[in-house]
C-alpha cells in the first residue's frame, strides 16, 4: 500500500501562486510516475503535470508556462509550483502516483479569485 499526502492548498488572488506538495509512504519500493490531476466541479478530472522516474516532464496546455512540477526522488515527495493562477485553475487538484497501480491522493482545493 502506498498512501499520498498533500498540503498546500489554499484561496489566492488572481495573479497570485501556490505551491501544492505530495509526499509518498508505505510500499513505495519502485515508484513511477508522479504527477497532479484536478477536477472542477461539472469537468472531468485532467491532468495538469506528471513527471516519470527518469525526470521526463509533461503538462497541459493550458499550465504550461505557469506551472512548474518537481520532485525530490529522497523524499519521494513531488510538488506542484504554481504561478501566474487564474480563476480557471480553479478546482481540486489530486496527487497520484504509480507503483504496483494507481494510488490517489484526498485532494486539496485550490480557489482563484478574480
Known amino acids: 500500500q502506498v498512501q499520498l499526502v498533500e498540503s498546500g492548498g489554499g484561496l489566492v488572488q488572481a495573479g497570485g501562486s501556490l505551491r501544492l506538495s505530495c509526499a509518498a509512504s508505505g510500499s513505495i519500493f519502485s515508484i513511477g510516475v508522479m504527477g497532479w490531476y484536478r477536477q472542477a466541479p461539472g469537468n472531468q478530472r485532467e491532468l495538469v503535470a506528471s513527471?516519470?522516474?527518469?525526470?521526463?516532464?509533461n503538462y497541459a496546455d493550458s499550465v504550461k508556462g505557469r506551472f512548474i512540477i518537481s520532485r525530490d526522488y529522497a523524499k519521494d515527495t513531488v510538488y506542484l509550483q504554481m504561478n501566474s493562477l487564474k480563476p480557471e485553475d480553479t478546482a481540486v487538484y489530486y496527487c497520484?502516483?504509480?507503483?504496483?497501480?494507481?494510488?490517489w491522493g484526498q485532494g486539496t482545493q485550490v480557489t482563484v479569485s478574480s
Open positions: 513527471i516519470s522516474r527518469g525526470g521526463s516532464i
Open positions: 497520484y502516483t504509480i507503483v504496483d497501480r494507481e494510488y
